[in-house]
């Protein structure tokens, strides 16, 4: 069984916007390796966090997602949008990466070099 904490949000730090408010952290292997699979899709506001990586693939998945890699310090190194089902994407320089409901990164105002704080909702 793989479980992974439902109670995170991820906050853009340099404008105080949330950017997703039900996250997921995947800092397993398991957790990883499972990551969005098994997923009809994802609501709005829904996100799920993988650490450490740097590369993921969407085999097997049902929806299209968009991707914020981030570095050691959570800073926004790269952004792509719209990843369909059996892509993949990677960033060598990540260590985090933020999948998020396609769609959203037109909807938030996140800029290359901003900082994403992941919020323990509590």
Same mark, same amino acid.
Request: hydrophobic letters at 40%; a positive charge; glycine letters at 6%.
């Given at each position: 069984?793989? /479980?992974?904490?439902?109670?995170? @949000? %991820? %906050?853009?730090? =340099? ?13 397993? !292997?398991?957790? =990883?390796?499972?990551?969005?699979? +098994? ?5 709005? +506001?829904? +996100? %799920?966090?993988?650490?450490? #990586?740097?590369? /993921?693939? #969407? !085999?097997?998945? &049902? !929806? ?7 570095? &050691?310090? &959570? @800073?926004?190194?790269?952004?792509? @949008?719209? /990843?369909?089902?059996?892509? =993949?994407?990677? #960033? @060598? ?19 290359? +070099?901003?900082?994403?704080?992941? %919020?323990?909702?509590?």
């Amino acid at each position: 069984m793989v /479980i992974m904490k439902k109670n995170y @949000k %991820i %906050i853009n730090e =340099r404008n105080n916007e949330i950017v997703a408010s039900k996250v997921v952290l995947a800092n397993t !292997f398991w957790g =990883r390796l499972k990551g969005l699979l +098994g997923r009809e899709n994802l609501e709005i +506001g829904e +996100g %799920i966090v993988l650490y450490p #990586c740097n590369a /993921i693939h #969407c !085999f097997g998945m &049902k !929806f299209n997602i968009d991707l914020i890699f981030l570095d &050691k310090n &959570k @800073k926004v190194i790269k952004m792509l @949008k719209n /990843i369909k089902p059996n892509e =993949r994407a990677s #960033c @060598k320089e990540a260590s985090y990466v933020v999948e998020l409901k396609s769609g959203s990164l037109t909807s938030k105002e996140i800029d290359m +070099g901003d900082t994403l704080l992941l %919020i323990d909702n509590k």
